[in-house]
């Protein structure tokens, strides 16, 4: 049976080990997994630290503080694995840590390569109103996501996806991926297809600030950033009375809405009314002429409330 070493700290690389932990038709040995210590998980929006699995499978968990440190090189070693998979993990690794499985590593992407090569890939596609979207699995060099790619499954972001959703499609389809390759890869066999790098497109890390928008932002915009921040992310957010106003869930108001409350508040003056008790209408774009309803928000630090308990 052939060994592999799991590099992971999401809910991506949870299934990726569920996956070979408790698939019966995987011939695959799980021989270790190294995750991030929480005290740095911390900063992760999505950090699992699998403190369940390593409980309940009784497999080895090494918590490190960066992959390409002596002592996470010697564990490494320790455990003897023909194959490294890495999923989620955003220090590059070294050359010498490329090195130390028999037959190198293999990254996990959550993008369809060569299209968001980089950080915050899915945030980014969600902003930017993506509708068809990946997951893609590459044999990792000293650049980032730039290997050939030796598996990919594309799906469809829907309107009522944000980036948790998109998150589970990822999970199953990573799944699946392992279930389908996992002890060909471990053998060394691989399919590879190279990236056209005339189709690359890189995204940059984000940073909570770069949440904010404007009521005069298109509802398409506003949308697109609340769905892709909301939680586990930092969240999407507006500046009303020197206050940060977070929008956890919103939607658009439809035209089979409009009934004579909403009518009346276009033709008003104010850019805020309350509807059907837990909601709040804002009115958006630079004319003021479009709605959207917001559900969820939070004001700075607060608890989170239903958008119709604000108070003005």
């Not at 932990?21 to 270790?32: A, E, H, S, Y």
């Not at 630290?49 to 497999?59: A, E, G, H």
């Not at 490294?84 to 690794?93: C, E, L, N, R, T």
Request: hydrophobic letters at 35%.
């Amino acid at each position: 049976m052939t060994k592999v070493l799991v590099v992971a700290c999401t809910n991506v690389g949870r299934q990726i080990i569920l996956e070979i932990l408790t698939n019966n038709l995987i011939n695959t040995k799980l021989v270790g997994v190294i995750n991030l210590k929480p005290k740095l998980g911390i900063n992760k929006s999505n950090y699992d630290n699998y403190n369940d699995l390593k409980k309940k499978f009784k497999i080895k968990i090494k918590y490190i503080s960066n992959i390409n440190h002596l002592e996470s090189i010697n564990w490494i070693k320790k455990v003897k694995p023909e194959l490294i998979i890495q999923s989620g993990w955003s220090q590059k690794f070294s050359s010498k840590v490329l090195k130390l499985a028999k037959f190198g590593c293999v990254g996990e992407h959550p993008a369809p390569l060569p299209y968001g090569q980089g950080a915050a890939c899915v945030n980014w596609g969600i902003i930017k109103g993506r509708k068809k979207w990946g997951d893609t699995f590459f044999l990792m060099n000293n650049k980032y996501d730039d290997g050939p790619i030796i598996s990919q499954k594309l799906f469809k972001i829907s309107n009522n996806d944000n980036v948790k959703t998109v998150y589970d499609k990822i999970s199953s389809t990573s799944a699946l991926m392992i279930r389908e390759n996992i002890d060909k890869w471990s053998k060394g066999i691989f399919k590879k297809n190279k990236q056209n790098k005339n189709k690359a497109v890189y995204f940059k890390k984000r940073f909570p600030e770069q949440g904010e928008f404007k009521l005069e932002d298109s509802p398409e915009k506003i949308i697109n950033k609340i769905r892709a921040l909301t939680q586990p992310y930092p969240g999407a957010f507006f500046i009303y009375k020197k206050k940060k106003i977070f929008v956890w869930e919103a939607n658009y108001l439809m035209r089979n809405e409009y009934d004579k409350k909403v009518i009346y508040f276009l033709k008003r003056k104010k850019n805020f009314e309350k509807y059907k008790n837990d909601f709040l209408l804002v009115k958006v774009g630079i004319k003021k002429n479009k709605i959207i309803k917001l559900n969820r928000i939070q004001v700075d630090d607060a608890p989170e409330m239903w958008a119709g308990e604000l108070k003005f």
